[in-house]
């Protein structure tokens, strides 16, 4: 251009001119052939991006699910750092397979490996959440599951108090109310998958049939509306919902089943790896370890991972060269010594129990991180071993960036015994002089102990207080014959006893005694210790509940509440911005909740409006103790109304910017989100383990029974889970009946007769609205008035029912879980012997039978009820 512009005369002429041209318009076809080649390049380095991009995707939904699993547990932390380099490592090791096919290979192995390096730092218990939900995360992201079916599975939308349609008569046999009204609510929420389901199940059963993959011709999930020996025609449920779908429908129709269902559904979509516990071996986490990267063992009641350590230690030559204390108050410095020693000299530490130094904690990350940034400064044989129990004490550095694996005492009877038999020495059970007796007897307390242990899964029907029974509880028993000392609670000593003398009395020493009627657990009669190994390995894997003597109901009771709690476990740790019906943010669900609160909560029961009646004076100028019990318990639900009102009201004014949204606004905005009832309710509340709409309905219904107990008098009978106080309202029973009789009130108990009628308070209330003031409710027609004591009604029965042909108890009936009590008249006795004939129960507020002492030091069980029962059955203990 240059040379054109200075250009002068004809530029034919100017042969450099155009040279140079020349020389451009080559080098212009040079470049455009290059642009070309570069634009093929780059459209082909792109090509081959895309088929990789997946992967990275992959890594993002994995990452995410680790980073929720912190919410669960302070102990889950996991860097990205960390994950990087396990992402990348994966990467490295992964064969080189065709280019179409490395893709695919490559996500299945990146999924494989977070999976095994997270879920071995994970308690048992939440293995299956994190598998779950990472697959269900990678199912949403590649839209094999919409997230509104998602968030309907764990939000629990089933427990929200609405109308629904009335429940079929057809049904009624087979399919409970509140799986009617689970069926309901996914006809609602889901109109697009259930809209027709009410409908079809009034024509026909539901089915819930996991099978094994043998038993189908595909595998998955069977939901069938027909038996399941019948072909499913076209167009059948089975056929039309996707796997999550049908989980959806085994949630609402078979909660029972919904962990195994969650199971399968794990193992047809990722394989069975996801559901299986990755091995922990410790040469295998050693491989993981380098001398700035230590392995955290998480530890749980009962298990102390150190004879393992040590017999690793052993095989890898170091037992001589461990460094161990045991942290506490003061042995932070000594610890510190033993860190720098051995970083010099190449020889590991364990440092036990950190949880019990948590002053030091920030010491100990101080010292990792500053190796970690110059590992050349520490010898590179030097290792170090931590253990802890959950602590938010632990540093959340060290664990992001460190191996953890978690130390848990084996589950089921098999593992318990097989645990308890290899750590015996042959000698201890093999040189008795008592020969096969003396082997009988230890088989027994091994037996014992691990049948105590496995009726902690049963929850309060197992024991009412969660005891640990450690491995060092056994060995005492071994040694001393001196069990389980320490606090009990007064009914679970009972029933220990009992369970006692099934597997250690002189009757295991008879000739074909059996511990159990299958027949399958007997004292072995052998001389070796290693034949009685190979015996407890017949034990069957999944435990009956003949061993535990128990009714299969209280299976039911386990595999429910295992359900509950991974849905639980899933929905707490969830973002709070997902939408909810009709596209609702949290915001719009907590107004509209609590507004409908609001708008039911009962007025304040005015004690002014009360019948003159209560306050008529006996002969000696006393008030009615029953009126006493009567305006205390309308002082207390004024009360918890009161704090309602204040909190709801600040609540919806917090939700729309008019006030601050205060740390306690916060936890009650959090626990409407969660269908749960907040703190700040239930800490001035009666104690109850009902979802926040049930909660809400039941105290609309207590208000109700006291408010009508203030206007139209006493009740033929209470409603004894109606009260705030129930112990107040039993001694008022007894001060009434020894001012009646002039008798200490001390030496009085209650007897209890069993009426042959029932009586639902929620029927009994909607009866009440029917009728006239001053009128009799039909109910109350056939009832008379005792003359001493009261009657009530409301209590329910777990683990027994009542037999209403014999008058007495009986076994419970598969499938019914807690069925309700007839009418209970409570008389004081002078003095009262129980009748050895009856059986005597104890009586308790919620299911959960034992609790924190409320303020006034009264514990949360109430006084021992008596049964009517032909003998004293040992399994009803």
């Not at 150190?306 to 037992?319: P, T, V």
Request: aromatic content about 10%; hydrophobic content about 40%; overall charge negative.
């Amino acid at each position: 251009l240059k040379l054109l512009f200075e250009s002068k005369g004809n530029i034919l002429d100017n042969e450099a001119l155009i040279n140079t041209l020349n020389e451009s318009k080559t080098t212009s076809a040079e470049i455009n052939k290059r642009l070309v080649e570069a634009e093929a390049t780059e459209e082909m380095i792109t090509t081959a991006r895309s088929k990789y991009t997946p992967i990275a995707a992959r890594g993002s939904v994995l990452y995410f699910v680790i980073a929720t699993l912190a919410d669960i547990d302070p102990m889950y932390q996991f860097s990205l750092k960390y994950f990087k380099s396990l992402f990348n490592l994966t990467i490295e090791k992964c064969p080189k397979d065709e280019e179409e096919d490395r893709a695919e290979v490559l996500i299945k192995a990146i999924t494989l490996a977070t999976y095994n390096n997270v879920a071995r730092g994970l308690f048992e218990r939440d293995k299956l959440v994190f598998s779950f939900m990472l697959c269900a995360k990678v199912f949403i992201h590649d839209g094999l599951i919409e997230q509104s079916h998602w968030d309907y599975l764990i939000s629990c939308m089933s427990n929200k108090d609405r109308e629904r349609p009335e429940q079929p008569a057809d049904t009624i046999d087979w399919l409970s109310s509140k799986q009617w009204k689970a069926i309901a609510d996914l006809a609602h929420y889901l109109p697009d998958v259930f809209q027709t389901l009410p409908n079809d199940v009034n024509k026909v059963r539901i089915w819930v049939d996991l099978r094994t993959p043998n038993d189908l011709p595909n595998e998955g999930i069977t939901v069938c509306l027909t038996p399941p020996e019948l072909k499913l025609p076209d167009g059948d449920w089975n056929q039309k919902l996707t796997n999550f779908q049908k989980l959806i429908l085994v949630a609402a129709v078979a909660e029972e089943q919904f962990i195994a269902a969650v199971t399968e559904f794990v193992r047809i979509s990722l394989g069975k790896p996801f559901i299986e516990a990755p091995a922990v071996d410790l040469p295998l986490l050693y491989a993981d370890m380098d001398n700035v990267t230590p392995l955290v063992f998480v530890l749980s009641p009962g298990s102390d991972p150190m004879s393992q350590f040590q017999r690793f230690a052993k095989e890898m030559n170091y037992l001589e060269r461990i460094q161990a204390v045991s942290l506490g108050q003061g042995q932070g410095p000594t610890a510190e010594k033993l860190m720098e020693k051995a970083a010099k000299t190449g020889d590991w530490v364990f440092l036990q129990n950190c949880h019990l130094a948590a002053s030091w904690m920030l010491r100990m990350e101080e010292i990792i991180k500053e190796r970690a940034e110059d590992p050349t400064q520490t010898h590179e044989s030097f290792r170090l071993y931590l253990s802890s129990m959950p602590a938010k004490s632990f540093p959340i550095g060290v664990l992001q960036n460190s191996v953890k694996v978690t130390n848990e005492p084996p589950k089921g009877i098999k593992a318990n015994v097989r645990r308890a038999l290899n750590d015996m020495a042959n000698e201890y059970f093999e040189d008795s002089v008592l020969g096969n007796d003396w082997r009988k007897v230890v088989f027994g307390i091994c037996l014992f102990h691990a049948v105590i242990l496995e009726r902690r899964k049963f929850g309060p029907l197992g024991w009412n207080i969660r005891y640990e029974f450690n491995d060092s509880d056994r060995e005492c028993a071994l040694l001393n014959l001196n069990l389980f000392c320490g606090e009990q609670d007064a009914w679970d000593q009972r029933c220990l006893r009992t369970i006692l003398t099934r597997f250690f009395a002189p009757k295991i020493l008879e000739p074909g005694f059996k511990f159990s009627e299958s027949g399958i657990f007997y004292p072995p009669d052998v001389t070796k210790l290693a034949d009685c190994r190979e015996y407890v390995e017949t034990f069957p894997i999944q435990d009956s509940t003949e061993l535990f003597a128990m009714h299969e109901n209280a299976n039911l009771v386990f595999q429910q509440k295992e359900t509950r709690t991974l849905l639980r476990t899933i929905l707490e740790i969830q973002p709070k911005a997902g939408g909810g019906e009709k596209g609702q943010t949290p915001d719009d669900i907590v107004f509209d909740l609590a507004g409908d609160i609001l708008e039911r909560l009962p007025e304040k029961i005015d004690i002014e409006q009360a019948k003159a009646d209560h306050f008529t004076l006996d002969a000696k100028g006393r008030t009615n103790s029953l009126t006493t019990v009567l305006t205390q318990e309308v002082d207390r639900y004024n009360k918890l109304l009161q704090i309602m009102k204040v909190s709801l009201e600040q609540l919806q004014k917090a939700v729309k910017g008019f006030v601050v949204m205060s740390e306690q606004l916060e936890m009650i905005y959090y626990s409407f989100l969660l269908n749960s009832v907040p703190e700040h309710w239930s800490n001035s509340a009666y104690p109850s383990l009902k979802p926040l709409s049930g909660w809400v309905k039941d105290l609309i219904l207590r208000c109700e029974f006291i408010r009508t107990w203030m206007i139209s008098g006493q009740p033929k009978s209470f409603w004894i889970s109606g009260f705030f106080f129930p112990q107040g309202f039993l001694t008022g029973i007894l001060q009434n009946y020894a001012r009646k009789y002039d008798l200490p009130i001390d030496h009085l108990s209650f007897d209890f007769t069993v009426y042959p009628e029932y009586r639902d308070q929620a029927e009994y209330a909607a009866q009440l609205k029917e009728v006239k003031f001053g009128e009799t409710v039909p109910a109350d027609a056939a009832i008379e008035t005792p003359k001493d004591g009261v009657l009530i009604h409301g209590l329910l029965m777990d683990g027994f029912r009542w037999d209403d042909e014999h008058q007495i108890i009986a076994d419970s009936v598969l499938g019914e879980l807690l069925v309700p009590l007839p009418i209970v008249h409570m008389k004081p006795e002078m003095d009262f012997k129980p009748d050895p004939r009856k059986y005597i129960a104890p009586l308790y507020k919620t299911s959960v039978r034992a609790g924190v002492l409320s303020t006034t030091g009264k514990a949360s069980t109430l006084p021992p009820t008596r049964r009517s029962t032909v003998g004293h059955a040992p399994h009803r203990i």
